[in-house]
């Protein structure tokens, strides 16, 4: 019996391998979805297409494989994995991870949601934006950060590499994560206390020291947060201080390890003294990974300051 353009598309978007060891879902962005149907209706034809293949690692790490077609011709080309510390229901349906290419008003869009408006922007030879948005009800849930590296071949890796890995809430202000930026073309590392979105943005115009000091004040402000008990803010609000004495003194080296002090703090600390998990629901908020967060891309300006590359 003929199967309609509406039951196409549903089937195409549901291509799993139940075959493999690990749990693999392909998605495909709606208009390669369009072009196949078109296809199994017409006969066999040449259809490039992009996907996204993510990948179930040992129940604790997902891997997400991106080739998205390129306006001009060719693909964009990139892997995303997210690494979780005691996840619950991690599976391709409860991650929620897409990808897709931004247009020129979805460029325009992100780069007005940059920390640095007009100083941070989207590369041409890679505009993709990855979107992970588990569903409410699914159950998935984390303790502390997760941590995430995005790397793509169609940037080039420079010492000092101006890119940048940026995380927002869907549809909100993009901040800082990046915790390393490294060869192979450009593999841009860092962590989260949450989700949605995330791209590699470029940095025109590069201030380590004053990407240092906002963020030493965005750590202290996420230290007041009043969910936090009074003995755990104390201790990291001294890790903190000591640190940032030591930026002052430019004791970059010192800086750097007092902040590795304030994070071992926060491993010791995560529970009811300093929330820790993330789920579905959206009912709880991590502080613990937020402030790993925050403290890694400080680490990662200072050790620019430092001559780390």
């Not at 202000?173 to 949450?194: E, K, N």
Request: proline share 6%.
């Amino acid at each position: 019996m003929p199967i309609d353009a509406a039951e196409q598309l549903d089937y195409l978007a549901r291509i799993v391998d139940t075959t493999a060891p690990r749990t693999r879902i392909t998605r495909l962005p709606r208009h390669a979805l369009a072009a196949m149907a078109c296809a199994l209706v017409a006969g066999p034809a040449s259809v490039h297409a992009g996907s996204v293949v993510v990948t179930i690692i040992d129940g604790r790490k997902a891997h997400a494989d991106i080739a998205l077609p390129a306006p001009g011709g060719g693909s964009y080309t990139a892997e995303f994995e997210i690494e979780f510390d005691n996840p619950q229901n991690l599976t391709v349906a409860c991650l929620g991870l897409d990808a897709d290419v931004l247009d020129a008003t979805e460029i325009a869009d992100v780069e007005s949601r940059m920390p640095d408006v007009g100083n941070q922007v989207i590369d041409g030879a890679f505009p993709v934006r990855v979107t992970v948005e588990p569903p409410v009800g699914c159950g998935l849930q984390f303790d502390d950060e997760v941590h995430v590296e995005y790397h793509t071949i169609d940037l080039v890796y420079a010492p000092f590499s101006p890119y940048r890995l940026m995380k927002a809430p869907l549809g909100l202000g993009f901040h800082d994560v990046t915790g390393a930026v490294v060869s192979g073309s450009v593999r841009a590392r860092g962590s989260g206390g949450s989700f949605s979105e995330f791209v590699i943005a470029k940095t025109l115009v590069q201030d380590y020291a004053g990407d240092a000091d906002a963020g030493y004040d965005a750590l202290e402000a996420r230290i007041d947060d009043p969910a936090i008990g009074l003995s755990a803010q104390l201790t990291l609000q001294a890790d903190l201080d000591v640190s940032r004495a030591a930026f002052d003194a430019a004791n970059y080296a010192q800086a750097i390890a007092r902040l590795d002090d304030l994070d071992l703090h926060c491993a010791a600390l995560g529970g009811p003294a300093l929330p820790n998990t993330w789920r579905s629901a959206r009912d709880l908020v991590n502080a613990e990974g937020e402030l790993v967060t925050l403290s890694g891309n400080i680490k990662f300006a200072l050790g620019r300051l430092d001559g780390v590359p």
